[in-house]
């Protein structure tokens, strides 16, 4: 999806997150049904070029919903490539515990609260440390800027994610899936926000360097 990029106030904590998450959403509302298909087919394609991604055995990924860049076609591609792909399901208290993709019959439809209804792996459970054996983490977000800042959807749940991933002294390749007009200058960032390393989008993917 190219276009301009999303416009947002200067950054200053979770107010300023708040009114970017809002601005982005907007946008994704109102894409059409064949726009979000053709994105995740391109992006699919773009992430598959990814050396990262190219040479895992293990990727931590998740079911796109509603207008979210789609990631259905990756997970099939990964899977047809023999790679191991984790999902997640989502706990009571906002954690992610994980179980295996077998395809898209291996999915079930779960609503948490009032929330959007998610997909998650309807087989084993795996549990939250299953994440450390991925070689790459797919992240949901709403925008990156050029440090590789990432806005999460602020669940919290990706948080918790990077966090157990840092007490571990696990480094997997994080990389987030976006739209072309969600690569924006600057994110509103918190001390606990953690850079990725990579962004993919319909148009290519990027590599952000650590400061």
Do not use: I
């Amino acid at each position: 999806m190219r276009g301009r990029p999303v416009q947002h106030s200067e950054p200053g904590g979770e107010t300023d997150k708040r009114t970017l998450r809002r601005e982005c959403a907007g946008v994704r509302n109102r894409l059409t049904t064949d726009v979000v298909r053709e994105a995740a087919d391109a992006l699919a394609a773009h992430a598959l070029e990814l050396p990262e991604v190219a040479r895992a055995r293990t990727v931590a990924a998740y079911v796109s919903v509603g207008n979210e860049p789609g990631t259905l076609p990756l997970l099939d591609a990964l899977l047809t490539r023999g790679v191991r792909v984790l999902l997640p399901a989502l706990l009571p208290d906002h954690d992610l515990d994980w179980g295996a993709y077998a395809g898209e019959g291996s999915l079930a439809r779960v609503r948490h609260g009032g929330k959007m209804a998610l997909f998650e792996p309807c087989g084993e459970r795996l549990g939250p440390d299953a994440v450390l054996a991925a070689d790459v983490v797919l992240l949901p977000g709403l925008a990156v800027d050029t440090r590789g800042m990432r806005l999460g959807r602020g669940g919290g749940s990706y948080d918790r994610v990077l966090a157990r991933l840092e007490r571990a002294g696990a480094h997997p390749a994080l990389v987030v899936l976006l739209y072309d007009t969600e690569v924006v200058d600057r994110v509103p960032a918190e001390a606990h926000d953690r850079p990725v390393q990579a962004v993919v989008t319909p148009s290519g993917a990027r590599r952000f360097v650590s400061s």
